[in-house]
């Protein structure tokens, strides 16, 4: 359950501070999180770092308070796979000694976590001390930080960071029944900034020429979405209305849904978008959002869609029950259940009344999850780690 964190004493708070993020910049839950965060700290008045191998997919450096570092990896014939978390624990090391960070916090524990540390002892010796936030999104545990190969410095890392945190209940508790965790999990909720979502009917005409259903799909197109699903709930949709699919992101799967898609005579109904920085344009324009995957550990593109006032239906996994309540604000169904999914959605899309009820309570619930709220907990856990060092 999702407590805020009290704040510190105005005597005693830091008013600004120098914050180094750490993600992945893709359409990921976890870098868009990251992306928002940092933004919304900058707007307060913080100076924030991302670093990373490449400018995340929503950032504006041109942003007041917001600063790009990029980690370059030096090819070299010897390495079959080039060490990016040593060149990205030289650039934490880097930025966090010439720009007097007060803080890392890194996003996905793989290898963001275990390089955050070896930049941390780093930095202790040259006699700086920091702390080291974690935020656990979804995969980086329950997918890829559980295989062997993997476990031990995930383990590590998760004990040796100053401040853990889940994006979810579900997660919190799968980490520690995955992992010897010896510290403290606190879940603070994925969030969104309300202020970003407005209806845009007259941008509809662009894709629904002829008044279709907008239905539309976000994510980094890996097989834990799976996006198979996707185009199989669309097929049924547009057999009973007309539809067009916008599929948004970038990923391994993607050239296969193209392919699906054109094995069942859809394929000019089913627009890829790629990476687009109009995100909430396009939610502001949809129907209904779909996100039927195999794991979900919150569903932040979920969340994104509720707040443009978009119905949702989803899988009924991890922390997407969290945020799509079943029969208010969409619908979930199991894990491969395309059927039931695409039963519901034309049940939904065909009763404007139902919908209309549907689309006010998705908004509702993610003003639950406002930026504004969460927002500032993030800031108290950076104020937390700063203490627990008997840092000033």
Known sequence: MFLPLP?????????????????????????????????YLAKEGHKVHFITYSQPVRLDILDANIYYHEVNVQDYPLFQYQPYELALSSKMVNVATKYALDVLHVHYAIPHAYAGFMAKQILREKGIEIPLITTLHGTD?????????????????INHSDVVTSVSESLRQDTLALFEVRK?????????????????ENCKNTFAPHGEKLITHISNFRKVKRIDDVVTIFNHIQKALPAILLMIGEGPEKEWARQYA???????????????????????????????????SFGLAALEAMAAGVPVVSSNTGGLPEVNIDGQTGYTADVGDTASMGERAVHLLSNDALFYAFSKAARAKAETFSIQTIGPTYVALYEKARRLLSLP
């Open 184 to 200: 403290d999990i606190e879940v603070v909720h994925n969030f969104v900034d309300l202020t970003l979502y407005h209806p845009e």
């Open 262 to 296: 054109r094995e069942l005579g859809i394929e000019e109904k089913v627009k890829f978008l790629g990476k687009t920085s109009e995100v909430e344009r396009v939610l502001c324009m949809s129907d209904l959002f779909l996100l039927p995957s195999e794991k979900e």
């Open 141 to 157: 545990i329950t997918l890829v930080g559980k295989n062997p190969s993997y476990k031990p410095a995930v383990t590590f890392s």
């Open 7 to 39: 704040l510190p004493a105005e005597s005693t708070k830091r008013k600004h501070m120098n914050i180094g993020i750490v993600c992945y910049p893709t359409f990921g839950g976890s870098g868009v999180l990251a992306t928002e965060l940092g933004k």
